[in-house]
Nanobody
Framework: QVQLVESGGGLVEPGGSLRLSCTTSGHSSTLKSMAWFRQASGKEREYVSVATPGGGRIIKLSVKDRFTISRDNNTVWLQMNSLEPEDTARYFC?????????????????WGRGTQVTVSA
């Protein structure tokens, strides 16, 4: 069973930066897609960015100039710069063992518990 643990969230002022980390355990071989999703209060979970083991990267259009995903084997990071109040959400790391690159939460069987990001003055 793959286990994922996120860290790095917190309270930050608008314009600030945070770096989220996601570490994994319970799986020795390389995971397929690893992704970051977020869910704001009262809203559906949405994808933010996806990283494949081959170096492929997909990032949500609305954050592509501010967020960067990186990956080293089964650890993935999300660098978030110029944060805005609209980025406030709980951020989740997710992974899948096989299949094409995916951006739907339904395609990911393994999830962390999330880390809260709050952007506020």
């Amino acid at each position: 069973q793959v286990q994922l643990v996120e860290s790095g969230g917190g309270l930050v002022e608008p314009g600030g930066s945070l770096r989220l980390s996601c570490t994994t355990s319970g799986h020795s071989s390389t995971l397929k897609s690893m992704a970051w999703f977020r869910q704001a209060s009262g809203k559906e979970r949405e994808y933010v960015s996806v990283a494949t083991p081959g170096g492929g990267r997909i990032i949500k259009l609305s954050v592509k100039d501010r967020f960067t995903i990186s990956r080293d084997n089964n650890t993935v990071w999300l660098q978030m710069n110029s944060l805005e109040p609209e980025d406030t959400a709980r951020y989740f790391c997710a992974a899948r063992l096989a299949g094409p690159t995916a951006t739907s939460p339904d395609d990911y069987p393994f999830w962390g518990r999330g880390t809260q990001v709050t952007v506020s003055a």
